[in-house]
């Protein structure tokens, strides 16, 4: 069956440190792989989107790795602040649709 | 910066009537998305709409269903007859040409049925 899992419901890192975030996927073969941002009681907000044929893309303190031979993306923030703490889903496409993860919580821990 | 803006913020209706959850994507776009979010689950795609017809839709997306554009800026979710089931935190997005997978989200209209 097709899946897309997200580490850990919740993650605890310690400010200034780089906290990573992992999603993994089967049985999908998207061409592109998005990150976005929610806070509670609020909509999606894009953060990146990764193709297929890159590996890494960078923006501010943000990157994103796409290796579709593990079939697993990774969300890096580097140093961390309080105000990053939000729950970051991974979405990809999948014949015209979007999927997304059920997120992962990270808690930025002055 | 524009931004996509949905309304009701808030709606609360009784089963078994119908509700429109209206919808203003960012003015030059020209994909539009609605998607729900029951409470503590995923995000979970409803439709996709360019060129003023259904480009994709999920299993969740039946004939209790529907979508419009009846002009050039406010897009439409149509529950015809809702069931408690239907309560659920339900997002707009918009995106542009060229990058359809860069979406962005409007605030959502939170649908209570009871």
């Known amino acids: 069956s097709q899946k897309i899992e997200q580490n850990s419901e919740a993650l605890n890192i310690q400010e200034g440190k780089t906290a990573t975030l992992t999603c993994n996927y089967t049985?999908?073969?998207?061409?592109?792989l998005q990150w976005y941002r929610q806070d509670p009681g609020r909509g999606p907000v894009f953060l990146l989107l990764i193709r297929e044929n890159e590996k890494e893309k960078r923006k501010e303190r943000l990157k994103v790795t796409f290796d579709t031979t593990l079939k697993q993306s990774l969300f890096h923030i580097t140093a961390s602040q309080p105000a990053d703490s939000a729950t970051y889903l991974c979405?990809?496409?999948?014949?015209?649709?979007?999927?997304f993860g059920k997120g992962t919580r990270l808690h930025i821990l002055p | 910066e524009p931004e996509v803006t949905q309304t009701p913020s808030h709606q609360v209706t009784q089963m078994g009537q119908e509700v429109i959850l209206r919808c203003v994507p960012i003015s030059n776009h020209l994909y539009f998305y609605w998607y729900r979010q029951i409470l503590g689950q995923k995000v979970e795609f409803l439709v996709s709409f360019y060129n003023n017809e259904i480009s994709e839709k999920s299993e969740i997306f039946d004939d209790q269903f529907s979508v419009e554009r009846p002009d050039g800026s406010n897009f439409t979710l149509k529950i015809r007859s809702t069931k408690l089931e239907d309560s659920a935190m339900y997002f707009c997005?918009?995106?542009?040409?060229?990058?359809?997978?860069?979406?962005?989200f409007g605030p959502g209209t939170r649908l209570t049925v009871t």
């Open positions: 997005a918009s995106s542009e040409a060229g990058l359809k997978y860069e979406q962005y």
């Open positions: 979405a990809l496409d999948a014949n015209d649709k979007i999927i």
């Open positions: 049985n999908y073969s998207p061409a592109y």
